[in-house]
């Protein structure tokens, strides 16, 4: 099994920055990528950001320029450093790792922007 415990998230005011950080533990084998999802009140669950064990990576349109995905192989960690934060970016977000079918969550973190 694997278990991943998220931390970073809290109330910021709009234009301000967040950094999350995702710590994995258990089972874990490479090559996998881990990634960021959100979901905001009454909507469904979106892809935000992932990276590979390689490095490879890709950002959901509307945090392209404003977000920044980045891992640590060696302390199984994946961050996202989240810059001019506007409302719309108000979610729980989760961490997420995936190798092969099988796929991992935290249990979430709250982001809320607002003046």
């Known amino acids: 099994q694997v278990q991943l415990v998220e931390s970073g998230g809290g109330l910021v005011q709009p234009g301000k920055s967040l950094r999350l950080s995702c710590a994995a533990s258990g089972s874990i084998i490479s090559p996998n990528t881990m990634g960021w999802y959100r979901q905001a009140p009454g909507k469904q669950r979106e892809l935000v950001a992932y990276?590979?064990?390689?490095?490879?990576?890709n950002y959901v349109n509307s945090v392209k320029g404003r977000f920044t995905i980045s891992r640590d192989n060696a302390k199984n960690t994946v961050y996202l450093q989240m810059n001019s934060l506007k409302p719309e970016d108000t979610a729980v977000y989760y961490c997420?790792?995936?190798?092969?079918?099988?796929?991992?969550w935290g249990q979430g973190t709250q982001v809320t922007v607002s003046s």
């Open positions: 990276i590979t064990s390689g490095g490879f990576i």
């Open positions: 997420n790792l995936a190798r092969g079918f099988s796929t991992y």
